[in-house]
């Protein structure tokens, strides 16, 4: 079974930073895509930035420039740096990934629990 556990979400003042991780364990073949969603309470789930298994990666108009996504393969872990924050980026920020299982011929995708970031004026 293929597991997402996050970590770093914290409360922090306006310009501050944090950095939210994301651990893979589990029977891992292989992970197509990663990224960091975050919701607020009455709103719609949006992406923020993402990760393909080609490197390639996406950042929502509200992140960049402040927000960096980034990598480390042999751990199965990716990081969103967060840096110059607003109350606007208050959040539950969760990890998504679409993952080959070892024994799996296709992706499924999976979630964490969500981390909550909170920024305060």
């Known amino acids: 079974q293929v597991q997402l556990a996050e970590s770093g979400g914290d409360m922090v003042q306006a310009g501050g930073s944090l950095r939210l991780s994301c651990a893979a364990s589990?029977?891992?073949?292989?992970?197509?895509?990663m990224g960091w969603y975050r919701q607020v309470p009455g709103n719609q789930r949006e992406l923020v930035a993402s990760i393909t298994s080609g490197g390639s990666t996406f950042y929502a108009d509200s992140g960049k420039g402040r927000f960096t996504i980034s990598r480390d393969i042999p751990k199965k872990t990716v990081y969103l740096q967060m840096n110059s924050l607003k109350p606007e980026d208050t959040a539950v920020y969760s990890c998504?990934?679409?993952?080959?299982?070892?024994?799996?011929?296709?992706?499924?995708?999976?979630w964490g629990q969500g981390t909550q970031v909170t920024v305060s004026s």
């Open positions: 589990g029977s891992v073949f292989r992970i197509d895509f």
């Open positions: 998504n990934a679409w993952i080959v299982a070892a024994m799996d011929i296709q992706p499924r995708s999976y």
